[in-house]
Nanobody
Framework: QVQLVESGGGLVQAGGSLRLSCAASGRTFSSYVMGWFRQAPGKEREFVATINRSGDNTYYADSVKGRFTISRDNAKNTVYLQMNSLKPEDTAVYFC?????????????????????WGQGTQVTVSS
């Protein structure tokens, strides 16, 4: 069982930056593929970024590539999402998720069904 708690959301102007954090409980954090997803009002939850267990391989949605960076610190049981050059269309609730190694791709896990545990989400609002 893994519990995930996101933090770091807030209100920022277009062009600004935010860093989201996701703290995980348990001693097996390094065994999970981690991902970030987001859900805007009236829209389905969508993939943002994923990182493999050791943290040396990442993959991004085209909409955030070059602006967002996912990273993890296995010693701190934490995954991060650095968001730069934010746009109003980035406004959404952001969720982190953990997936077991056997649940799908180890390097490009983009589907919601490939993740086993989810946080409660943190709101990011980008004003124009």
């Amino acid at each position: 069982q893994v519990q995930l708690v996101e933090s770091g959301g807030g209100l920022v102007q277009a062009g600004g930056s935010l860093r989201l954090s996701c703290a995980a409980s348990g001693r097996t954090f390094s065994s999970y593929v981690m991902g970030w997803f987001r859900q805007a009002p009236g829209k389905e939850r969508e993939f943002v970024a994923t990182i493999n267990r050791s943290g040396d391989n990442t993959y991004y949605a085209d909409s955030v590539k070059g602006r967002f960076t996912i990273s993890r610190d296995n010693a701190k049981n934490t995954v991060y999402l650095q968001m730069n050059s934010l746009k109003p269309e980035d406004t959404a609730v952001y969720f982190c998720a953990a997936g077991s190694a056997s649940g799908g791709s180890l390097y490009r896990r983009t589907r919601l069904s490939e993740y086993d545990y989810w946080g409660q989400g943190t709101q990011v609002t980008v004003s124009s």
